[in-house]
T-cell receptor, first 114, second 119 residues
Framework: AQSVTQPDIHITVSEGASLELRCNYS??????LFWYVQSPGQGLQLLLK??????LVQGIKGFEAEFKRSQSSFNLRKPSVHWSDAAEYFC????????????FGSGTRLSIRP | GAVVSQHPSRVICKSGTSVKIECRSL??????MFWYRQFPKQSLMLMAT?????????EQGVEKDKFLINHASLTLSTLTVTSAHPEDSSFYIC???????????????FGEGSRLTVL
């Protein structure tokens, strides 16, 4: 069965510092992987996605993620965080079929230290 | 990107009443929509997959008679919480996949969410 693990519940980094949010997945086939961000009381916004090809994926707001098949990981990175990046981040795994479910990780809450 | 709209964004109701939440894909057709529930400070739990023109597929443990889903058109799915109770209070989020059957991008677009409070 497919599953997603985000081992870090809460991370605090200083503004301007680099960020890495961890995501590990379990999936029977080649996965399609996503990172979403959610601000308090809001819906979700897609940051980036990996379907195939280059394993380093660039997203919006300066985020990137790297798919590592050997480690079953899809970690999210940003070289320099801004106070506005404080939010909840969700990693998700799914398949291409329109009827296929997307399963979300438990989320990582990011706080920014001034 | 494509836009998914949910309405209402907030609703407060009395225990025992029913509440309907709408999910619309504004600029694309979606044969499949998904309904999620999110408890405070927790992840999204998939409740059901809404299929246009057919019955919804519910996840294990989700009461289909409690959470009625109707997907009558390619741009609208509704979730009705019947005989609501305080434990049904939650944040409900819908999503739709662009591109119709086969989903050419695979990307899910999410609505803004609907916060239900049952008194």
């Amino acid at each position: 069965a497919q599953s997603v693990t985000q081992p870090d519940i809460h991370i605090t980094v200083s503004e301007g510092a680099s960020l890495e949010l961890r995501c590990n997945y379990s999936y029977g086939a080649t996965p399609y992987l996503f990172w979403y961000v959610q601000s308090p009381g809001q819906g979700l916004q897609l940051l980036l996605k990996y379907f195939s090809g280059d394993t380093l994926v660039q997203g919006i707001k300066g985020f990137e993620a790297e798919f590592k098949r050997s480690q079953s990981s899809f970690n999210l990175r940003k070289p320099s965080v801004h106070w506005s990046d404080a939010a909840e981040y969700f990693c998700a795994v799914g398949a291409r079929s329109s009827a296929s479910k997307i399963i979300f990780g438990s989320g990582t809450r990011l706080s920014i230290r001034p | 990107g494509a836009v998914v709209s949910q309405h209402p964004s907030r609703v407060i109701c009395k225990s025992g009443t029913s509440v309907k939440i709408e999910c619309r894909s504004l600029d694309f057709q979606a044969t499949t929509m998904f309904w999620y529930r999110q408890f405070p400070k927790q992840s999204l739990m998939l409740m059901a997959t809404s299929n246009e023109g057919s019955k919804a597929t519910y996840e294990q443990g989700v009461e289909k008679d409690k959470f009625l889903i109707n997907h009558a058109s390619l741009t609208l799915s509704t979730l009705t919480v019947t005989s609501a109770h305080p434990e049904d209070s939650s944040f409900y989020i819908c999503s739709a996949r662009e591109g119709g059957a086969g989903g050419k991008t695979g990307e899910l677009f999410f609505g803004e969410g609907s916060r239900l409070t049952v008194l």
